[in-house]
């Protein structure tokens, strides 16, 4: 029924084509298997292999792609042609910048502590990988589908906080450490709202395997959580340390933050794995919110992922071209005083609900989802009065009083691959 | 379903493998095209300075820091254990409040009002803010 | 059903890898001058415990030891390490290593004591309430060593059909039943708990001592 494994039929065919008449593929007509009998295990980890190789590489050339379409469109946001030398449409431009980034000289500061310096690339980078074990990319094209996914998802994608610590002070930088701690701030301060705004959809769906969670959704989770969706998507954003939440390499004030003093492959390990995490997110906003790969008939599923996932993409981008850099003490304030109380409403208007209508049909959803919009939006505005705009931002600054300038140069790290340092 | 939990796992496993190897490899390949000329390896003293935005470093690590980070660290560690404890009650609220009706939700209403009050706790004592009153005054 | 591989080979395997991580990284806790490396160090130990915890088919536990004590806590001891003022000269060489060698054989001989002395409670203990809703929808069937789990309920005249003991069924759900139902009380108290805690931890990082106050140009950091 649910989480059968052999539902997952990418990892399925591969298998049985090489293992042949096993118990497993009973149902299936292969007459007889690559592989002589008794040789199971091999097919097993053949055909693991297999299906990782494809998802490893699909996210890594899906990286490529994405930065080279982030790049495009920012040129487009700023009424500018964006990259258009290399290859048409300027579509091998990432894949210079890749090799570019490989053969560049690495620099490691005397100071540094050498072994964590060389661990903490790896540390953020095999996360950001990790996280794509568990997503649906299309009907049983999955690598697992743990009963514990999007738990194991909010776990994996919080070691990324060690490896930020890790990086920043093995480099012996101010720079980086002060970086590193702003940084930690916000990771910490918006991984509780995030993962508390998916209660609710656990809720709903009765599981946190995101098998169920797409089975689940009769209408997509959007409509029915407006307010997780909300928080999720907010703290999704900030958990990337994009704009407008990129103070962590805020250029201006911190040089590149806590990966200063990265350079050559390392520093492109971090960016891999940003970019990544940029991916890993879109994919999850379109499994649990999205109805994932669901779609209808003629069309197969996995363009139905992969379209809204380019749609998610394209509002992050959007946010990040639009909105200036928020300042510390904003981005906390709004991460514990008003995502939590928001999450904290959806979480129990949700219960209410569900206590009624307990495993709701499609057509309850729509109850639902028409009692929860007003509720969103009554309280997302009430909570925007609550926090305010505080007096000093408005008033003029007295003469005793602070000034907290909001960082004011509102072009973001767009040249991210062409501005490690050194230079070309 | 026994077998399934440990395939799945074994998968898993053998990704977090690859996960890691992936970085590893792409660390060495970097680090090997040193050897055929391909990438340069000529550190100098200036070169293997701290990074400071272009000016002589002037020192490495910061001694003293900002001791409000201190405080997101406990209140993280504090509502992320709160959080866990939702969560399996979430998995199974659909049925347990058809089974038990209200009595499932009243429960973690509870829960949620008793950790509400260390929220307002903090909110009061200026944990949850940044910019506190001794700092303007 | 076939197995592809041999179960019980790979969990052993399993077994002995995570426990090798965990006491390799503990070693390296213990031994290691350099306190940030240490707490490092203890992350990867957390880790193997967490993978422990997977191979138990545990897998909640597994993930809340992830979540929890490699995501939160390792980050709030590297914190309390990086607030430490003289990082440079590393910890202190152990002053009484006789006491923390006799304390740590009493910890662990308590321990021991205690794991093998308890009656580890079973399904049978529970309400039927909790029990219809822990195994909703699984069956448990089959004697002895040959027991599996299927959907839907047994014909078979040798087959017993037995109460699932939440082996195989996913545990989380089964915590969360758990916790609603027979452990009401702990839960309620776990939340009194972390009220203390966050009480407590404001309460003694409330006002810090003169010395401590920050530079001024970190103030806006």
Same mark, same amino acid.
Do not use: C
């Given at each position: 029924m649910n989480h059968l494994f052999l539902d997952n039929s990418l990892w399925r065919n591969i298998y049985c084509v090489l293992a042949g008449e096993s118990a497993e593929c009973a149902a299936r007509d292969y007459s007889s298997g690559f592989l002589p009998g008794g040789m199971e295990w091999l097919a097993f980890l053949l055909a693991a292999a297999a299906i990782i190789g494809i998802v490893i590489n699909a996210v890594l050339g899906g990286v490529i792609v994405l930065i080279w379409g982030e790049r495009r469109l920012f040129g487009r946001f700023q009424s500018r042609t964006g990259p258009n030398r290399w290859g048409p449409f300027g579509t091998l431009t990432s894949v210079a910048d890749a090799v570019k980034t490989m053969f560049k000289e690495d620099l490691v500061p005397a100071e540094a502590d050498r072994i964590l310096f060389n661990l903490a690339p790896v540390l953020i980078a095999a996360p950001a990988l990790l996280v794509f074990s568990v997503i649906p990319f299309g009907v049983g094209t999955y690598v697992a589908d743990l009963n514990v996914g999007v738990l194991f998802i909010m776990a994996v994608t919080s070691l990324t906080t060690l490896a930020v610590l890790t990086a920043a002070w093995s480099s012996a930088n101010r720079i980086a450490i002060l970086s590193a701690l702003r940084s930690v701030a916000l990771?910490?301060?918006?991984?509780?709202?995030? /993962?508390?705004?998916?209660?609710?959809?656990i809720m709903l769906a009765g599981s946190m395997a995101l098998g169920d969670i797409i089975a689940a959704q009769g209408i997509p989770f959007i409509l029915v959580q407006p307010l997780?969706? @909300?928080?999720?998507?907010?703290? /999704?954003?900030?958990?990337?340390?994009?704009?407008?939440?990129?103070?962590?390499?805020?250029?201006?004030?911190?040089?590149?933050?806590?990966?200063?003093?990265?350079?050559?492959?390392?520093?492109?390990?971090?960016?891999?794995?940003?970019?990544?995490?940029?991916?890993?997110?879109?994919?999850?906003?379109?499994?649990?919110?999205?109805?994932?790969?669901?779609?209808?008939?003629?069309?197969?599923?996995?363009?139905?992922?992969a379209a809204k996932l380019i749609a998610v993409l394209f509002v992050i981008i959007w946010f990040r071209m639009t909105l200036p850099r928020l300042r510390v003490d904003q981005v906390l304030k709004f991460a514990w005083k008003g995502l939590f109380e928001l999450t904290m409403i959806n979480i129990i208007v949700t219960a209410v609900l569900i206590a009624i209508w307990p495993q709701p049909t499609t057509g309850q959803l729509w109850i639902m989802a028409a009692i929860n919009w007003p509720v969103a939006i009554i309280s997302i505005w009430g909570v925007s009065k609550l926090l305010g705009t505080p007096a000093y931002e408005n008033s003029q600054p007295s003469a005793d009083a602070p000034t907290y300038p909001v960082a004011s140069e509102s072009i973001p790290a767009a040249s991210v691959l062409g501005a490690d340092k050194g230079g070309d | 379903m026994f077998e399934d939990y440990f395939r799945q796992y074994a998968l898993l496993i053998i990704f977090a493998a690859a996960a890691v190897t992936v970085p590893i490899g792409m660390l060495t390949m970097s680090y090997l095209a040193q050897f055929i000329k391909v990438r340069p390896s000529r550190p100098t003293a200036v070169k293997e300075s701290?990074?400071?935005?272009?000016?002589?470093?002037?020192?490495?690590?910061? /001694?003293?820091?900002? @001791?409000?980070?201190?405080?997101?660290?406990?209140?993280?560690?504090?509502?992320?254990?709160?959080?866990?404890?939702?969560?399996?009650w979430a998995v199974k609220y659909g049925v347990m409040s058809q089974q038990f009706g209200f009595a499932a939700l009243g429960a973690v209403f509870i829960f949620l009002i008793v950790v509400t009050v260390g929220y307002a706790y903090a909110w009061r004592k200026q944990a949850l803010e940044w910019v506190t009153n001794d700092d303007r005054s | 059903m076939t197995p592809v591989m041999e179960v019980s080979a790979l969990t052993t395997i399993a077994f002995w890898a995570a426990s090798a991580m965990t006491l390799g990284f503990a070693a390296i806790v213990v031994t290691q001058r350099d306190v940030f490396r240490a707490a490092i160090a203890l992350a990867g130990? @957390?880790?193997?415990?967490?993978?422990?915890?997977?191979?138990?088919?545990?897998?909640?536990?597994?993930?809340?030891?992830?979540?929890?004590?490699?995501?939160?806590?390792?980050?709030?001891?590297?914190?309390?390490?990086?607030?430490?003022?003289?990082? /440079?000269?590393?910890?202190?060489?152990a002053q009484g290593r006789l006491v923390g060698v006799a304390a740590a054989v009493l910890v662990f001989a308590a321990l021991a004591f205690t794991a093998y002395n308890t009656e580890w409670s079973s399904q049978n203990e529970l309400s039927p309430d909790a029990v219809v809703a822990l195994t909703e929808g699984y069956y448990e069937v089959g004697e002895g060593d040959d027991i599996r789990v299927e959907l839907t309920e047994p014909a078979g005249d040798n087959d017993v059909v037995v109460a699932n003991g939440g082996a195989f069924v996913e545990s989380t759900g089964a915590v969360g039943v758990l916790l609603v139902r027979e452990y009401m009380l702990a839960f309620e108290i776990i939340g009194l708990l972390l009220v203390a805690a966050l009480i407590g931890g404001l309460l003694l990082m409330r006002n810090p001592p003169s010395s401590n106050k920050t530079e001024k140009g970190d103030a806006s950091v």
């Open positions: 990771l910490i301060s918006y991984e509780i709202p995030m /993962a508390l705004a998916l209660v609710g959809v997780g969706f @909300f928080v999720f998507f907010i703290a /999704a954003m900030a958990e990337m340390a994009r704009a407008p939440f990129d103070l962590t390499e805020a250029e201006s004030e911190l040089a590149a933050g806590y990966l200063n003093d990265y350079a050559s492959m390392k520093f492109g390990l971090f960016f891999l794995a940003e970019f990544m995490a940029e991916l890993s997110t879109s994919a999850i906003v379109t499994t649990l919110f999205l109805s994932g790969w669901k779609g209808f008939d003629p069309i197969p599923s996995h363009f139905w992922f | 701290a990074y400071e935005g272009g000016m002589p470093p002037f020192s490495s690590r910061p /001694a003293r820091f900002n @001791f409000r980070y201190y405080y997101y660290a406990l209140l993280f560690v504090v509502f992320d254990v709160e959080t866990v404890f939702l969560f399996p | 130990s @957390f880790l193997g415990v967490g993978i422990l915890y997977f191979v138990l088919s545990a897998e909640f536990v597994g993930v809340v030891q992830i979540l929890v004590y490699v995501g939160a806590i390792s980050v709030l001891m590297a914190f309390a390490v990086m607030f430490i003022q003289d990082i /440079a000269s590393g910890s202190r060489p």
